[in-house]
């Protein structure tokens, strides 16, 4: 997707995928990503997934394009946070957190090779030519044996975002850098009802734990 449109979305409150609280899948498997260390969240938004993570102990690294959601983050949370400028844009920090403004796809830190990372939003919200890609960024900013908690969508409207991501492309994209294991395979449409709104017949979240190779 084009940068425009994500600002946009923003500008318009038109977030509906940004979840109240933490997701279901991060709590539920929250200590799939091992013990408190670097941890890294690719487009994050204005997640409360990151509370959850920094909470838990880790050391967390967000990434967001759009700055709106950045400082959204911090004020709602009543939080001046820390600021500096790296060639890819500036990072807003507040004790163990942190979150870098900027394409992930440029996204560097000093934090790097992170121990872990969890990914609710980005990979749905990339079209399938850009998975291949992304993967490999991501692969590239973690340690071998690295867990990463992955959560897709999987629909048949045809478009997105959220793309539909099935199993067979998640194992496609992610095989040749992580070992996968499926730990979540549930049917969402009640609790989806804009998808089935808008002439979905079914939609699916499914959580995979992808190990670093």
Not at 147 to 173: C, I, N
Request: glycine residues 6%.
């Amino acid at each position: 997707m084009q940068p425009t449109f994500w600002h946009e979305r923003w500008t318009l409150g038109q977030t509906a995928f940004h979840e109240g609280a933490p997701n279901r899948f991060l709590l539920r498997y929250l200590d799939r990503l091992g013990p408190p260390g670097a941890l890294f969240v690719p487009l994050c938004g204005k997640s409360f997934d990151l509370d959850a993570l920094a909470q838990h102990g880790h050391d967390v690294t967000g990434c967001e394009l759009v700055s709106l959601a950045v400082e959204e983050y911090f004020r709602e949370r009543n939080i001046t946070p820390a600021t500096h400028h790296t060639p890819t844009g500036p990072v807003y920090e507040s004790g163990s957190l942190r979150i870098a403004c900027g394409d992930v796809f440029a996204f560097e830190s000093e934090r790097a090779p992170f121990d872990a990372a969890f990914d609710r939003a980005a990979l749905v919200a990339l079209p399938p030519e850009l998975r291949a890609r992304y993967v490999a960024k991501l692969a590239s900013l973690l340690r071998p044996g690295a867990p990463v908690l992955l959560v897709t969508m999987e629909h048949d409207l045809g478009s997105g975002p959220p793309f539909s991501v099935p199993e067979d492309a998640v194992r496609a994209a992610c095989a040749e850098a992580f070992a996968i294991e499926l730990l979540a395979d549930e049917d969402v449409a009640q609790s989806n009802a804009r998808f089935i709104e808008r002439g979905a017949t079914f939609v699916r979240e499914r959580a995979y734990l992808l190990t670093r190779k």
